[in-house]
T-cell receptor, first 110, second 116 residues
């Protein structure tokens, strides 16, 4: 059974701080890794994807991938109250299947 | 604005009704997906179409019937649903790599379905 694990949170950080969200996955053959943001009552919104080991930066967001440790993370710099949402880690393990983690709820306190 | 459009946004139906959910994308993607999402849970994959052919059916009950009329459209036909089928139904699309890999999925806003 392929699994994607996330801490459900809530993770609470003050405005302006760095939020660090973590995810582990069980299938060593996984090739693609995605982070989605989902506001309450809304659909998931893609914010980052990464395929290779290392860091990938896009604005305030940095995705980090370590395939040896089967670990992927998302850093949000200068966190804003508008970043408060559930963050879903998703892993592609072949074909068209994407396995989603249960999500981490993030609260950014003003 | 999302480039994957789902209609209707809300649907209330009885257990004996027949209705359809519609999804349209104009991103040139050749893979389209249906997901079901219950409150505070991650999306669960239901069906995947690649190049208008059904690639994945995640053992979904036959009261859900997908259809892909062309590369831009995806329908989900509903019949004799149960109250536990009430959920947010999400459509997504993605590019397809020739080597079988795939690109990130882009989601529509979803249809919130309530079964009475």
């Amino acid at each position: 059974q392929k699994e994607v694990e996330q801490n459900s949170g809530p993770l609470s950080v003050p405005e302006g701080a760095i939020a660090s969200l973590n995810c582990t996955y069980s299938d060593r053959g996984s090739q693609s890794f995605f982070w989605y943001r989902q506001y309450s009552g809304k659909s998931p919104e893609l914010i980052m994807f990464i395929y290779s080991n290392g860091d990938k930066e896009d604005g305030r967001f940095t995705a980090q991938l370590n395939k040896a440790s089967q670990y992927v993370s998302l850093l949000i710099r200068d966190s804003q109250p508008s970043d408060s949402a559930t963050y879903l880690c998703a892993v592609g393990s072949g074909g068209f299947k994407t396995i989603f983690g249960a999500g981490t709820r993030l609260f950014v306190k003003a | 604005d999302t480039e994957v459009t789902q209609t209707p946004k809300h649907l209330v139906m009885g257990m004996t009704n027949k209705k359809s959910l519609k999804c349209e994308q104009h991103m040139g993607h050749r893979a389209m997906y249906w997901y079901k999402q219950k409150a505070k849970k991650p999306p669960e994959l239901m069906f995947v179409y690649s190049y208008e052919k059904l690639s994945i059916n995640e053992s979904v009950p036959s009261r859900f019937s997908p259809e892909c009329p062309n590369s831009s459209l995806l329908n989900l036909h509903l019949h004799a649903l149960q109250p536990e089928d009430s959920a947010l139904y999400l459509c997504a699309s993605s590019q397809v790599f020739l080597d079988g890999g795939y690109q990130p999925q882009h989601f529509g806003d979803g249809t919130r379905l309530s079964i009475l």
